[in-house]
């Protein structure tokens, strides 16, 4: 039976239930940093963790891929000796691009009309995906960012008419 079930217990930080779990899931953008600096005690946090030796897993939904987030953790002060693992929603999708052998990514086809921040199409280099101009050329879309403020949903939305079309 767990005892409390049902009180909110306020903690002073992750020191206090540390103890009760051999490992932590922690998201990336907003938790650890702002995108500029470290939030304050996260490096000492991390330390702790590491010195109980607890599995830390930085989570992101960063279309980037994994080698990308640990370069931009590292420009703020987080080591790969900090953590054990880096997951991302881009370097899963990379991972599932290049195998396409279970899942949502069997038989998706090789042509990808991608849109993403800046051109970046790192969520595809080094696999056997071509890139089109044209949606209707396009097994599938994948989105893996935008150049927002600068374009908006109409800017996108002729590109993703013809995907819905498509099916």
Same mark, same amino acid.
């Given at each position: 039976?767990?005892?409390?079930? %049902?009180?909110?217990?306020?903690?002073?930080?992750?020191?206090?239930?540390?103890?009760?779990?051999?490992?932590?899931?922690?998201?990336?953008?907003?938790?650890?940093?702002?995108?500029?600096?470290?939030?304050?005690?996260?490096?000492?946090?991390?330390?702790?963790?590491?010195?109980?030796?607890?599995?830390?897993?930085?989570?992101?939904?960063?279309?980037?891929?994994?080698?990308?987030?640990?370069?931009?953790?590292?420009?703020?002060?987080?080591? $790969?000796?900090?953590?054990?693992?880096?997951?991302?929603? @881009?370097?899963?999708?990379?991972? %599932?691009?290049?195998?396409?052998?279970? @899942?949502?990514?069997?038989?998706?086809?090789?042509?990808?009309?991608?849109?993403?921040?800046? @051109?970046?199409?790192?969520?595809?280099?080094?696999?056997?995906?071509?890139?089109?101009?044209? $949606?209707?050329?396009?097994?599938?879309?994948?989105?893996?960012?935008?150049?927002?403020?600068?374009?908006?949903?109409?800017?996108?939305?002729?590109?993703?008419?013809?995907?819905?079309?498509? @099916?």
């Amino acid at each position: 039976m767990i005892e409390n079930q %049902g009180k909110t217990r306020f903690l002073k930080g992750l020191s206090d239930i540390s103890d009760s779990y051999g490992g932590f899931i922690i998201d990336q953008w907003g938790v650890l940093h702002d995108g500029e600096k470290t939030y304050d005690g996260v490096v000492d946090c991390l330390k702790e963790l590491k010195s109980r030796n607890k599995q830390v897993i930085i989570l992101s939904n960063s279309g980037k891929r994994a080698q990308e987030n640990k370069e931009r953790l590292k420009k703020v002060g987080i080591g $790969p000796s900090l953590y054990n693992e880096i997951v991302t929603s @881009g370097e899963m999708t990379w991972r %599932g691009l290049s195998a396409q052998d279970e @899942g949502f990514f069997a038989g998706l086809g090789r042509k990808c009309y991608l849109i993403s921040r800046g @051109g970046d199409t790192s969520v595809v280099d080094g696999i056997d995906i071509e890139l089109v101009d044209d $949606p209707a050329e396009a097994n599938f879309l994948l989105i893996s960012g935008s150049d927002a403020p600068q374009k908006t949903l109409a800017d996108y939305e002729p590109a993703l008419k013809v995907a819905v079309r498509k @099916g």
